[in-house]
């Protein structure tokens, strides 16, 4: 046992000069292996995903669903209680296979495996088996291993069921193996090395005796007809926790091992291949390199491109048999299969389409390409697919380049032309082949993989290309960062990974020195990894903006941004993704003596009691602070003060954004004490949508969640008590009366002089209560039919409302208490309009004990006699009225006419002020139809102005309907520019009968 031990114990790596052979212990970690078959979409999710969401679904298949298993439970019964004697391991190139095989003669010489399972475990090796020639027995294979045991082959082979052979590599075996084959009975029985394997396999030699087959998968089929009721199970690779249990291992020293695996997780590239054992030892011996050598870990990979290469590399020395192709045409086959693949939005391959990727008679490479058996209806279905579509997305872009010169540039020239419309969503029914492809075609052309490619490979790739390409990249202009469109996010990530990805220090300080916004999404084919940002910002001459809020950064990314943050003029961060652990790092760059962040937007909730000492400490030192965006959701009362008391402090603060569930008193006595102390303080905007409300889940789409509308709940302008010459204001999105009533009392009470404090009413609630709001209204949005149960408190608060100046009606929901719900009410619908005007007529008694009230807005489709008669009674009981706005629609935008007109109402006297009516958004036969009915309820009209955006004939035409309108027209304006002829003739004709028109423009 201790020669076994001793001879597996160590083992060379691709690298090792003679004699510099690792422990075993030291390399091997625990590989994902799992003993089911999976589903297309199961499939799709594996090869598709990358960085977290890839190991999430590692994470998923590493469960009972899947049967996920060690090498301890290997020969565990399966879930039908059948103890099965023939396992097939089955794995990509480079997955561990054989080092799996390696380890499990290790751990049984050294007890620690199958010491109560198996007495003896011998490993043969199928590129060993390749070369015996001669008639041999089994016994002779198992003196082959272990030449010691020769006295103890009868016992041996007594107890069969005490034995494991491990037939490493069967994807290497030359030999010709079949059920038909001659067999072997006995185990000292001299036969051909086929006759001896293919017994073994059919368990017709020591047929109690246990198998564990490695192999590739394009054997499986082959497999399947020699082995009887074999256990599948396959090698998935390293999970998330593997891979830093590898870079542990590997790393001795702790403090190495940390900044490795800070490295391996700051590039989601480098994060996703690091899955296959092959590409994490490629990582961390670069890595090391780099830690002798004292150089920067940031340029340790200086292109993502260059894994890729080295694990080619690699494979095609260690791994690769069987193929009359010489390297360049594989790689070239191999490339175009993938760059027909994706642009075909096509992963998984059929036979047909691979066999026609390379010349008649050559192997299809099981290097680089995955066979998987699928179910199909009635039948079993073979398909093709690389090792994940990161490595179909590195051979497309090889194919570009390797061909004539003059092709290359084609090639090259078309992918750069189709880049121009580069369009992602996060889903593979979107994505754009072009983007993922790009960055993998700089860095073919980065200088240390060019040298590398030209040493290892013989592969010459022009430099007329890369000039191409460096010129497309200076040449192309700026995407407007700072817009939420997707499309723009996702070009400045590309262009960020193409720079990174050449790698050329003067190429990336020329584009970036006149980029000054950036805006990162979280695409996930092609979302910028935190190192790649780190290195193109640092050439960047300023940066105005740094946006953060969209690409799912973690506090581990913050960490590799630390020396960039500081120098951002606008950052915006994602709270709930980057955590507490997130926002310490960002208090690190806050205190820098040289911070220059002007604008700080922390967005969605998130940010606990815990992180907010912290932050308030940073915040105090923030000299240039003006513009502060923060979500207070999870936020207790003691630690909102908190906040408000470090702001408070900086007076170069002007603007405040905040995201609050709710208003108590505490709250909104807060932030009325907030801003008395602030003195440079001009505009407070917050949310006040209670979120908890909400379903779970739901924030992701909420909008008010995400950014602030324009059209505000509340909104009020005040004066200082101590600064009476400095105007704040204070816009608040979905508050309820009685938080607008707090806020409003909290104003009041720390000695403000309100101004202008507009109100949309929507619900009736608290509103007899709401003391300081009536006082201090002097807009009003009424979206509150007055029903009968509600009137009287609606009368009542309006009447109290002493300094009301403008009143708009626009009832959009009426509460049936019988049926508990609410239902909208259309004002484009006649039977609808006559109940709004039913409405209007039950407030004119609040109204007319309104002294200040000055304007009327009321919204409707269609202008009835009975509104008619009620302007009339309006004009009446308010002296003071002077102006009355009608507006198609709430949402106003200039669209066929806006139209004022000067009116006498019949019940004012005749010195009586006139009322200046205008009509926005209407069509010319509707201001036909107002004029006829103003004029039927005796309204004397003045005059008349016409406002167009865009003139239209029928406009004309409608308007000289109504033959007695010319004579009032006083103003008549068209901002078209361009006017046809047949316009100008309607036009010419229409103004013409208008004797009394004074201007026209």
């Known amino acids: 046992m201790e020669l076994v031990r001793s001879e597996y114990s160590m083992v060379e790596e ?9 422990r075993l212990d030291e390399r091997y970690t625990k590989l994902l292996m799992i003993q089911t078959h999976r589903k297309v979409n199961e499939r799709m999710e594996e090869l598709c995903f990358r960085g977290s969401r890839f190991q999430n679904v590692l994470k998923k298949r590493d469960s009972p669903e899947f049967r996920s298993t060690s090498l301890a439970n290997l020969f565990d019964p399966d879930p039908q209680g059948n103890i099965r004697r023939t396992v097939i391991l089955q794995g990509q190139a480079g997955m561990g296979k054989s080092f799996t095989a390696l380890k499990i003669m290790s751990d049984w010489a050294s007890g620690k495996l199958y010491s109560d399972r198996f007495q003896y475990i011998f490993l043969l090796k199928c590129r060993q088996l390749n070369l015996i020639s001669k008639n041999v027995s089994l016994a002779d294979l198992i003196l082959d291993c272990s030449p010691s045991l020769e006295p103890a082959i009868p016992h041996i082979l007594s107890c069969p069921d005490q034995i494991l052979f491990i037939l490493d ?32 396999l059919q368990q017709k030699i020591l047929s109690k005796s246990f198998l564990l087959i490695t192999t590739r998968s394009n054997v499986i089929e082959r497999l399947k007809k020699v082995v009887k009721n074999p256990q599948f199970t396959e090698i998935l690779g390293f999970s998330e926790k593997g891979i830093e249990e590898y870079v542990q291992k590997f790393f001795k020293n702790e403090r190495q091992a940390e900044q490795a695996c800070k490295y391996v997780r700051g590039s989601r590239s480098v994060f996703t291949t690091c899955f296959i054992p092959v590409t994490c030892w490629i990582v961390c011996t670069v890595l090391r390199e780099h830690f002798e050598e004292g150089t920067d870990i940031k340029h340790a990979l200086e292109t993502t491109t260059s894994i890729f290469v080295y694990f080619v590399h690699i494979v095609l020395k260690h791994h690769y048999q069987r193929s009359s192709l010489p390297a360049q045409e594989l790689l070239q086959c191999l490339g175009n299969l993938a760059k027909r693949g994706l642009f075909q939005k096509q992963i998984l391959f059929d036979q047909k389409a691979v066999k026609d990727a390379f010349p008649e008679g050559s192997h299809i490479p099981s290097s680089f390409l995955n066979k998987i058996l699928l179910k199909k209806m009635i039948s079993c279905q073979t398909v093709y697919s690389f090792t994940h579509l990161s490595f179909q997305e590195f051979f497309t872009a090889l194919s570009y380049v390797l061909c004539d010169e003059e092709e290359a540039k084609a090639n090259v020239a078309e992918v750069l032309k189709d880049s121009s419309t580069i369009s992602i969503l996060d889903g593979w029914n979107c994505w754009n082949p072009v983007v993922s492809t790009l960055p993998f075609l700089f860095g073919l052309f980065n200088q240390k993989t060019r040298v590398f490619l030209q040493e290892e490979f013989n592969l010459s790739i022009s430099t007329a290309v890369q000039s191409q390409l460096q010129d497309w990249l ?3 202009p700026q995407p407007d960062v700072m817009s939420l469109q997707l499309d723009a996010r996702s070009q400045s990530d590309n262009v960020l990974h193409c720079l990174y990805e050449m790698h050329s220090n003067d190429l990336v300080r020329e584009v970036m020195q006149s980029s000054t916004s950036i805006a990162l999404s979280e695409n996930s084919a092609q979302r910028a990894d935190s190192w790649v940002v780190s290195y193109c910002l640092q050439y960047c001459r300023r940066i105005e903006s740094l946006d953060l809020s969209e690409c799912g950064f973690t506090p581990k990314d913050l960490e590799i941004l630390l020396s960039v943050l500081p120098r951002c003029e606008s950052l915006r961060l994602d709270v709930r993704s980057v955590g507490n652990e997130g926002v310490k790092i960002l208090n690190s760059a806050l205190k820098c003596q040289d911070c220059r962040i002007q604008t700080l937007s922390l967005n969605r909730s998130g940010l606990t009691d815990a992180a907010v000492g912290d932050l308030c400490s940073a915040v105090r030192g923030m000299t240039k602070l003006t513009c502060f965006r923060m979500d207070f959701d999870e936020l207790s009362d003691d630690k909102v003060e908190d906040v408000f008391s470090a702001l408070g402090t900086r007076q170069t603060l002007s603007v405040v954004k905040l995201v609050m569930n709710s208003i108590t008193e505490r709250k909104a006595s807060i932030l009325a004490h907030f801003i008395l102390s602030c003195n440079s303080l001009k505009e407070i905007q917050f949310d006040a949508y209670d979120h908890s409300c909400k379903c779970d889940g739901d924030e992701e789409d909420d909008p008010y969640y995400h950014a602030f509308g324009p059209d505000w709940d509340l909104s009020v302008t005040m004066l200082r008590p101590d600064l009476p010459e400095q105007e704040v204001k204070m816009m608040v999105e979905v508050v309820e009366n009685s938080g607008a009533n707090l806020l409003c009392g909290a104003l009041l009470g720390a000695g ?10 929507t619900d009736k609630k608290d509103l007899c209560s709401a003391v300081s709001l009536r006082q201090t209204v002097t807009e009003m949005e009424l979206q509150l039919l007055p029903l009968t149960e509600e009137l009287p408190q609606l009368l009542s608060f309006l009447q109290n409302c002493h300094s009301l100046e403008t009143l708009a009606y626009d009832p959009r929901q009426i ?10 009410l259309s004002p484009f619908d006649a039977n609808d309009v006559s109940v709004i005007d039913e409405g209007l007529e039950k407030l004119l008694p609040a109204l007319s004990s309104i002294p200040s009230l000055s304007t009327m807005k009321l919204f409707g489709e269609f202008f ?16 003071n009225l002077r102006n009355i706005e009608l507006q198609r629609n709430s949402s106003y935008s200039p669209g066929k006419a806006a139209v004022w007109g000067i009116l006498h109402p019949p019940s004012r006297s005749a010195g009586g002020h006139p009322l200046l009516m205008l009509l926005k958004d209407y069509p010319t036969l509707h201001v036909s139809v107002f004029h006829e009915i103003m004029e039927k309820a005796h309204f004397v009209l003045d005059k008349f102005g016409f406002f167009f955006m865009n003139l239209d004939c029928k406009d004309i035409t409608d308007l000289d309907l109504n033959l007695r309108i010319h004579q009032f027209i006083d103003t008549f304006v068209c901002s078209e520019s361009d006017l046809s002829a047949e316009k100008m003739l309607h036009l010419g004709a229409f103004l013409q009968k208008s004797t009394n028109l004074k201007i026209f423009k």
């Open 14 to 22: 691709y690298n090792s000069l003679v004699g510099e052979d690792v």
């Open 169 to 200: 590599g069967f994807d290497e075996l030359n030999l010709s193996l079949g059920a038909k084959e001659p067999s072997a009975h006995e185990p000292n029985e001299k036969c051909s090395i086929e006759v001896i394997l293919s017994s073994l």
């Open 474 to 476: 200076k040449e192309r």
């Open 752 to 761: 403000f002089s309100i101004q202008r404090c507009r109100m949309r009413i």
């Open 815 to 824: 509460y049936d208490s019988d049926e508990q719900t609410c239902y909208l």
């Open 864 to 879: 009835t006699e009975k509104r008619a008669s009620i302007l009339n009674e309006l004009a009446r009981s308010c002296p």
